[in-house]
């Protein structure tokens, strides 16, 4: 018996799945909403990579749905009897059937829901915190799902989404994510809230602000936990979350541009911060 006949879903473990209009398509359909989202506290990833990232890092799998092309593929096989090991639906669907739940055309050959995980800045272990990261009212989710890898990539310890923000379990926030999404830690909170939180956060705060006064390589960042407050895209930083900072870093421009994208800018001082720790060794060390 060869390895993937032996990983082959068996029949009468997968649901087999034709149209599109079936209630269970129409639910994961449904997923592409926020209030769906939000009600269930459930969201989709799609693709295999994301899926085994996932469930490595053991996120609740509630369903898995793979394309009837797909059946053949080892790796496919032996995620899907992954999935139905920790419980979820698995179904097996057509190409229209994977087009219609991730609403575009060449879907991935693999789909899952997972349930929502967020964390309690309340109740945060600040001992174990190295570089946290602040996000003011982030309104654009390829920019939130590219800062989330990005903070993964440099080992930031977890992000606050704080005030009204793009919805990181949202596909297209995930898609940027690339898997990040499942790495670090993510709390969210009103503004208030966060100020409140920031009072007992004892670390240095470094707001970046396009009228700051320090160049943001003058400061030192040896020091740990720090957190880095970034403004919203349109806005900036406001002037509550501008008054909490123990410094507004710029980070000098030449030429026409009047501000840095928020995921680039965020980038250049997640590198700069944790500039000491970064090795090309760094993953086996
Ligand atoms: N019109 C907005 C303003 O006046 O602040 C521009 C916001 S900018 C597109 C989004 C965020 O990226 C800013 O709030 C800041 O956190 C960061 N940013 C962008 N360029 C920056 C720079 N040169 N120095 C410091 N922060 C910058």
Redesign the pocket.
């Known amino acids: 018996m060869t390895q993937h006949t032996h990983n082959k879903p068996k029949s009468g473990q997968v649901k087999e799945i034709t149209s599109a209009a079936n209630p269970v398509i129409k639910d994961l359909r449904a997923l592409s909403q926020k209030k769906y989202r939000d009600r269930e506290g459930i969201f989709l990833a799609e693709g295999l990579k994301l899926v085994t990232d996932a469930l490595d890092l053991d996120w609740v799998i509630r369903t898995f749905v793979f394309a009837r092309t797909a059946l053949d593929n080892p790796l496919v096989a032996k995620t899907a009897a992954r999935a139905r090991a920790a419980g979820a639906l698995v179904i097996e669907a057509n190409n229209k059937v994977m087009e219609a739940i991730t609403r575009r055309d060449n879907p991935q050959n693999v789909i899952a829901v997972f349930e929502q995980r967020w964390c309690k800045a309340e109740t945060m272990d600040f001992a174990r915190q190295t570089l946290l990261l602040g996000l003011d009212r982030v309104r654009d989710p390829g920019n939130l799902g590219t800062i989330i890898r990005t903070a993964d990539a440099v080992g930031a310890s977890g992000i606050l989404l704080i005030g009204d923000t793009t919805d990181p379990f949202s596909l297209e926030a995930v898609r940027a994510t690339r898997g990040s999404v499942f790495a670090v830690p993510l709390y969210r909170l009103g503004e208030q809230k966060f100020l409140d939180w920031r009072r007992s956060f004892s670390g240095m705060v470094v707001g ?3 009228q ?1 006064a320090v160049d943001y390589r003058q400061i030192d960042y040896k020091k740990e936990p720090m957190l880095l407050l ?8 406001s002037d509550n979350l501008a008054a909490a900072c123990d410094r507004l ?3 000098p ?1 030449a030429g026409q541009a009047d ?4 995921a680039v ?1 965020t980038g250049v001082m997640l590198y700069e911060m944790r500039r000491n720790h970064l090795t090309l060794d760094v993953r086996s060390a």
């Open positions: 970046t602000h396009l700051g970034m403004g919203n895209e349109q806005q900036g930083l870093a710029r980070i421009q501000s840095l994208n928020l800018a």
